[in-house]
């Protein structure tokens, strides 16, 4: 692809409508993931039905992650400029995510010399450049600091190839488009088997292949570009939404069920829960198109997804933080452990909102490129002369659509 523009992905104008469902989605995603922390890491609910009850419901609150990287890939497929450059791309993606990142460094700093843990120069290092996930032989990269941003550094990846992706791609046609969608989710499904193997053949634990490894998380990436382009070419013929969801609650309620049948626990990282993603974002997306009925358009939901980034940034550090609290786990009765939850909740929402209002959407302001005016014509000029009024100028569509969607990570 020319470094010159991102044209060639061949998104047309008509289609960059924005998508307030894919918005609202990204709340559930990062709900997702809350719970599935709250279960195995806080320690917070001490009776063992409780704990057996939270392992049935959100053992898959893992594939919250997967959701956001077809998600990523089909929202930056949808809302891609015309006429943008490849630069300015790259730019406006470190705008929408490095300042948060970089703010909720600072706070699990804090938080860890308040506990007394060594801080590492050299995982620092990795956290700030967003590179702790090709660290394949040194766990202690992975999550060091603020944990969650492991899949901020899957997310840049995606983010560099993404200029390079696109067009050709797009150049394939519909049947190359579904056969990415059609063999894709077989191959995430099939990956806790494969890397279990490739595992013992190159000593890397196969956790890291499978749920952090970049190159591994990218076909997600690459299963929602082409459900962009099968959408926006009207050659998508899938379930509504409400079929579509109930597939996907369906394979992640049963995923404690298949960890067992299998004795694959990595089946939890996005095996359960890809078909149901691969259905429900082109139903919503498709929903948003044609106006009809959708829960995740409600305002409240849209403004909720608009924060779930942030969420997804600070939820784990009020989680240890609650922890430390107690001197560790606290282990309570299941009523104490919903109330602490419920206080964890609340606190990690109202600094996702501090976050998102007060730091994201600043710097996105301050670092994104500002739009180039249109050259007036000269009838616009004449009209204009002899007047205060400033002639029509090319205002920026907002890159809300495109916002980053992990929450990450996990």
């Known amino acids: ?21 894919l918005t609202g989605m990204r709340w559930a995603a990062a709900m997702m993931i809350f719970c599935f922390h709250i279960m195995i890491e806080s320690g917070f609910f001490g009776q063992e039905r409780a704990q057996s009850t939270m392992w049935w419901l959100f053992c898959g609150g893992r594939s919250g992650v997967s959701f956001f990287y077809v998600l990523s890939g089909f929202v930056l497929t949808w809302s891609a400029r015309p006429k943008d450059r490849v630069v300015s791309f790259w730019r406006r993606r ?18 860890f010399s308040w506990e007394g843990l060594h801080l590492s120069g050299r995982v620092a290092a990795a956290n700030l450049t ?24 899957v997310e840049f990846f995606f983010y560099f190839m993404f200029p390079f992706l696109v067009p050709p791609i797009t150049r394939m046609g519909a049947r190359a488009w579904w056969a990415i969608v059609a063999v894709g989710p077989g191959l995430v499904i099939a990956m806790p088997f494969l890397m279990d193997w490739v595992g013992e053949k190159t000593g890397i634990q196969p956790l ?8 591994v998380r990218l076909l997600e990436f690459l299963i929602g570009i082409a459900l962009a382009l099968l959408v926006r070419n009207g050659r998508w013929r899938g379930p509504n939404m409400t079929v579509s969801a109930v597939v996907l609650v369906t394979g992640l309620l049963l995923t404690q069920k298949l960890v ?4 694959k626990p990595l089946i939890s990282a996005s095996a359960t829960g890809i078909i149901g993603c691969v259905l429900l974002i082109p139903a919503a997306a498709r929903a948003d198109v044609e106006g009809t009925a959708s829960i995740w358009r409600n305002p409240r939901m849209v403004r909720l997804g608009e924060i779930s980034f942030a969420f997804y940034l600070v939820h784990e550090l009020v989680i240890f933080t609650a922890m430390k609290l107690f001197n560790g786990p606290p282990r309570l009765p299941t009523v104490q452990a919903l109330a602490l939850t419920i206080a964890c909740f609340s606190v990690a929402l109202v600094l996702a909102t501090m976050l998102h209002d007060m730091v994201e959407k600043p710097f996105v302001k301050l670092l994104s490129p500002k739009p180039k005016p249109k050259p007036k014509s000269k009838r616009q000029g004449s009209k204009n002369a002899g007047t205060d009024l400033p002639g029509p100028r090319n205002r920026e569509r907002s890159d809300d659509a495109t916002a980053p969607i992990l929450a990450g990570s996990s």
């Open 1 to 21: 692809m020319s470094t010159a523009t991102v044209r060639a992905a061949g998104v047309s104008p008509d289609h960059t409508s924005r998508l307030p469902s």
């Open 208 to 215: 890291f292949l499978v749920y952090q490894f970049p190159p």
């Open 260 to 263: 067992l049948w299998a004795e």
């Open 130 to 153: 967003l590179t702790q996930s090709w660290f394949a032989f040194a766990p202690r990269y992975w999550y060091g600091y603020n944990g969650v941003s492991w899949s901020l550094s």
């Open 94 to 111: 470190f705008a929408r995510i490095y300042p948060s990142h970089f703010l909720t460094f600072l706070g699990a700093v804090a938080l």
